[in-house]
Structure formats: C-alpha cells, structure tokens
C-alpha cells in the first residue's frame, strides 16, 4: 500500500468518524433543545453540524477529484475553505445530487452561520442583536415545515400553514 492509498483508506476513514461524531452530537443537541432562547445550545447545534457537514464534503472532495497527477500542495491549500456552497458546487461539478430546495436551503443556513453568524458576538452591535442564527435557523424551520413558531418563552409552534 502506498502513501496516497493510505491516507485514502485510513486517514479519510477517521476523518469520516469526526466528521460523524460532530454531526451526532449537533443532532443531539437539538434534539434535547426545549426552547429557542438559549443561545448557547443553537450554537453548539450548528456549530457541530456545520463542521461535520464541512468536514464530509471535503472528504468527497478529496476521493472525488484527487488523482496522481493534481499539484498535492494546491490541492491541500484548495480545501481550506471553510464555504459549504463551494465545497457543495465541486462536488456537483462531478456528480449529481438530487437536493432538493429544502436541502439547499439548509446547506446556504450553515455557510452564513459559519461565515458570519458565529463570530457576532466578538463585534460590538448597534443594535445588540446577538441572535441572527436563532433568526435564521426558526425561519428555516418555519419555512421547511410550514409552521408558525412564535419567538416567545420558552416556544410556541402555532396551527400548520397552509400549503403553497
């Protein structure tokens, strides 16, 4: 087995586990969330999902586009890209995924949370509105599952929209 066979089969294969754990503990965390006032746990939500989801794309990525004859420096600094849509967009550029609008959606909720939203809190506001990813992610979920959530304590989610 050579080097590069290696780190394919090996390397990847505890990166996969990472990958795997971090979107774990994000599922578990949201599962045993009761109420959206808690910033801390909206963020360890999507925080985790965001870096396993990252972490899982640049695997694909990886086993997708590396061969022998890719500049093995280029390659490396090229995945140091923290932007799920593009990682997203070089993946599709090689296959075909069958996301749908709801998926997409969900993919541009973790490039703005890792982009913007998770450093919010080091930047002195104006407005001290330091909940944009609790906005985002109850938008999201209001839109995906067609229901009214209202931003009171601890939650309330109202009668199903009608569908459009």
């Known amino acids: 087995m ?16 990472i990958s795997g754990n971090f979107i774990y503990n994000g599922l578990k965390t949201i599962n045993t969330i009761d109420t959206f006032h808690n910033a801390e746990d909206l963020f360890e939500f999507l925080y985790n999902i965001s870096v396993g989801v990252e ?6 990525i990886i086993l997708i586009e590396h061969n022998e004859i890719v500049n093995q420096e280029e390659f490396e600094e090229s995945l140091k890209n923290h ?8 993946i599709i550029k090689k296959h075909t995924m069958n996301f749908g609008k709801i998926h997409s959606k969900f993919i541009h909720l973790l490039s703005e949370f890792y982009k913007n939203h998770r450093y919010d809190r080091y930047i002195l ?3 001290l509105s330091y909940s944009k990813e609790r906005k985002t992610l109850i938008d999201f979920i209001q839109s995906g599952l067609k229901v009214e959530i209202k931003d009171n304590f601890p939650l309330t989610i109202c009668s199903l929209k009608p569908s459009q």
Not at 55 to 60: A, D, G, V, Y
């Open 2 to 17: 050579n080097k590069i066979e290696y780190w394919k089969n090996f390397s990847l294969g505890t990166e996969l586990e």
């Open 83 to 90: 932007n799920h849509q593009e990682l997203l967009g070089r």
């Open 125 to 127: 506001n104006d407005n």
């Open 55 to 60: 972490r899982l794309e640049k695997i694909t």
